[in-house]
Structures are given as structure tokens and as C-alpha cells.
């Protein structure tokens, strides 16, 4: 891979390795954006099947919080880690606390929190070392775990695009059939159940399924499966990549609109879909919410004020339509021009001169 040509196709500012062997600590911290503020996006544990694909992922990931953050009127730029490893076997403490002092050195440039393999407890022991790190527990006076409030904002989301495609944003009798049943879609399945409609899931972890089967009445599917059901709401919610060349054909739902990040394993497979008259709800505008939530804690952590704006996903998704019939162009592209045009317009507001800059984190 050339990482060079690749950073520079996508104008990434930085990619930083970060390695201590005591720990076991291998962490790709990439950082895309910063012209709306510090990069904050989290960290990601997996078991990646090769170095290149961490690289890539972080490097994937990293960009569509810069979008993320930028669509959600958020003062911040987009960054993200992945630390390769198996999240139930390679953790410990040691690890967190290296990586909590490489966060540090950065000086505020990037600022982390949860994602998929970490949870509120690494990130409080990451709270040790440095305080470039959001999603901490509610005893510090922090907003905690992110997921269910990003479930929240993928439900008000997933109304929005109804609206759009039914004409009606009530989910009672819709079929939604849910990919990957962790720590968000555990949370949207709850709202959807709530609100009467009906669940099909799918899951690597068997443990996860039954849970939902047995909580929410959900029919259960082998994971191949899962396209291809009869359903209203395809809702990804585990890894990305899950709208591809050989998914597309399979789908029968009328709405995809899911937690997972970057959905569109490719730009065309967002064209694809849009011909196919499939309402296409932009990934890192309906999963917005957690971002959102973690994001508040920079002005002193008000759940009140933070749910607010997580309510307010269901205008901004909505925003996203308008564009994409105004413009008569896919809503992936429409995201894409109204986090483009604000990250645009700030660029040209802040290349005044200042002496000594205000920032967000001189609040803290
Ligand atoms: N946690 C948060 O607040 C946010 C999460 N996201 C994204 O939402 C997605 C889900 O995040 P979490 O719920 O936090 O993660 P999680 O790890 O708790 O849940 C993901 C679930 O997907 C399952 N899974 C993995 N591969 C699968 C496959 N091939 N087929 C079916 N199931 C599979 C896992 O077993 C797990 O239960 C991720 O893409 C994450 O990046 C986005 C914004 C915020
Ligand atoms: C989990 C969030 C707090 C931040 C993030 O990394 C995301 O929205 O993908």
C-alpha cells in the first residue's frame, strides 16, 4: 500500500504508530481533519487479519468523523484509533495506560472514546494518563458509555427516512431487520420493540441473538441471511462494507438505515442503491448521537442539552433528503456537500490571524 499517495488522495493531515511492547499495545492512531477543531473519534479494538487493513480501517474510520462531526455542527475534527488485538483476550491495563500517554503527547490534537472492543472502563483507565478522552464514567462527571445514546439518535433517524419512503414516520408493524445485535443495536432494538415494530436479527455472538429473541420477540437468522429477508428497514449495526456488490442484489428493503460505520463499502455502491429507489440514510449522520453525547462533555457534561441535539438527527437526516431531491443527486453525495460546505466555510473564517487562538479544549 502506498500510504503516502493514499493520505494524499483523501487529504489526511496524520497516521501515527504507536507501539510498547510490554503491553502489547499496537495502535494506529489516524488523524484526517482538524480545520473545525481537535479530531475526536474512538478507539477500536479488533482482530485485524492484517496490518494493511488496520491501516485502512483507521485511516476509513478517521475520515467519516471528520464528516461525522462536521454534519452534526460539531467544533471538531475527525480522527480515530484501532489497536490490534482480540478485545476479549489481549486487554489489560498496562496497555490503556501506554496508550493514555501517547493520546497525551499529541497535545490535544486528538481526542478519544469508545467504539467498537472498548468500553467505558478502558477509557477510564486511559483518564489516568491523559484528558484527551471522552465517554468516561458518569462519576467523573462524564457522559459515560456512548451506545445508548447513538441508538437513540439511529432510532430518531430511522424515523426521519420512513417519513421519507412510507410517508409516515410511525415504525408500528414495520419489519426491521437488524444486522449485528452489540451495544447500539441492543439499544435500537429496545425503542423499535417499544414503538411495535417487528425484529429480525442476526449475530456472530449467539449470545447476543438470544438476548433479543428472548426480550423483543425477534425472529433470528443465520448471518448471510440477513439481506435477504422480507423486511421494510435493513439496519446495519455491526462492521462496515455490508453494502456491496454482493449484497446489493439481495435486498429487499425499502430503507437501509443503520449504527454501523461506513456502510458503502464503495461511493458507486451508494449510486447503485439510489437507482434502485432504496432511501439510503448516511451513516455518520444517523449515528451521530454518541459523538454528539461525548462531544458535550468539552463544555462540561449536560445530558440534557446533549439529548437535544441527539433528538434533533431526525431534522438533520430530514436535511440530507431535502438536499438529495434538491440536487437530484444520491443522499450519500448529499451528506457529503453539507458537511463539505461548513468545513469549507470555517476554513476561509479562520484563516484570519490570531495571536493566541480560542479553542474548544480551553474550556475544559
Ligand atoms: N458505540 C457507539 O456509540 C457507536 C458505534 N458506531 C458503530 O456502530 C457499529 C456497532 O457498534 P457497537 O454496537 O458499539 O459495537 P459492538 O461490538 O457492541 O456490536 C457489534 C456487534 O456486531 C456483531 N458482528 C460482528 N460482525 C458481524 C457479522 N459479520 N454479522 C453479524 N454480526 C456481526 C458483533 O458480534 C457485535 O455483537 C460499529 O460499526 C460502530 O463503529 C457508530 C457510532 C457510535
Ligand atoms: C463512539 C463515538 C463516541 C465516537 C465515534 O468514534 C463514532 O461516532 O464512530
Known amino acids: 500500500m502506498e500510504i503516502f499517495n493514499y493520505m494524499k488522495e483523501y487529504d489526511y493531515e496524520q497516521l501515527l504508530f504507536c507501539q510498547d511492547e510490554q503491553s502489547g499495545l499496537k495502535a494506529i492512531i489516524a488523524i484526517h481533519d482538524t480545520t473545525l477543531g481537535p479530531a475526536l473519534g474512538g478507539t477500536r479494538m479488533w482482530t485485524y487479519a492484517s496490518e494493511e487493513d488496520a491501516i485502512v480501517d483507521a485511516l476509513r474510520l478517521a475520515k467519516g468523523m471528520t464528516y461525522k462531526n462536521a454534519a452534526a455542527g460539531l467544533n471538531l475534527g475527525g480522527g480515530k484509533t484501532v489497536i490490534i488485538g482480540d478485545p476479549k483476550q489481549d486487554k489489560n491495563e498496562e496497555m490503556f495506560r501506554a496508550f493514555g500517554r501517547f493520546i497525551q503527547g499529541l497535545n490535544g490534537r486528538y481526542i478519544t472514546a469508545e467504539d467498537v472492543g472498548t468500553t467505558v472502563y478502558d477509557m477510564d483507565t486511559i483518564h489516568e494518563e491523559t484528558d484527551y ?65 417487528q425484529l429480525i436479527v442476526t449475530d456472530i455472538n449467539k449470545e447476543a441473538v438470544n438476548r433479543a429473541v428472548e426480550e423483543f420477540g425477534a425472529k433470528a437468522v443465520d448471518t448471510e441471511d440477513i439481506y435477504s429477508v422480507d423486511c421494510d428497514i435493513y439496519a446495519p449495526c455491526a462492521l462496515g462494507a455490508t453494502i456491496n456488490d454482493d449484497t446489493i442484489p439481495q435486498l429487499k428493503a425499502k430503507v437501509i438505515a443503520g449504527a454501523a460505520n461506513n456502510q458503502l463499502k464503495e461511493t458507486t455502491h451508494g449510486d447503485r442503491i439510489h437507482e434502485m429507489g432504496i432511501v439510503y440514510t448516511p451513516d455518520y449522520v444517523i449515528n451521530s448521537g454518541g459523538v454528539i453525547n461525548v462531544a458535550d462533555e468539552l463544555y462540561g457534561y449536560n445530558r440534557e442539552r446533549a439529548m437535544k441535539r441527539v433528538e434533533a438527527i431526525y431534522d438533520n437526516v430530514s436535511r440530507v433528503f431535502e438536499i438529495a431531491r434538491r440536487d437530484n443527486i444520491p443522499t450519500y453525495k448529499a451528506a457529503d456537500r453539507m458537511a463539505e460546505e ?21 474550556r475544559r
Open 133 to 197: 478522552v471522552t465517554g468516561i464514567s458518569p462519576a467523573f462527571g462524564s457522559s459515560g458509555n456512548p451506545s445508548p445514546v447513538t441508538a437513540y439518535g439511529v432510532y430518531r433517524g430511522m424515523k426521519a427516512a420512513a417519513m421519507e419512503a412510507f410517508g409516515s414516520d410511525n415504525l408500528e408493524g414495520k419489519v426491521v431487520a437488524v444486522q449485528g445485535v452489540g451495544n447500539v443495536a441492543y439499544n435500537l432494538c429496545k425503542h423499535l420493540h417499544d414503538e411495535g415494530a
Open 342 to 362: 461548513r468545513i469549507e466555510k470555517m476554513r476561509k473564517t479562520k484563516s484570519t490571524f490570531l495571536q493566541n487562538g480560542h479553542n474548544i479544549l480551553s
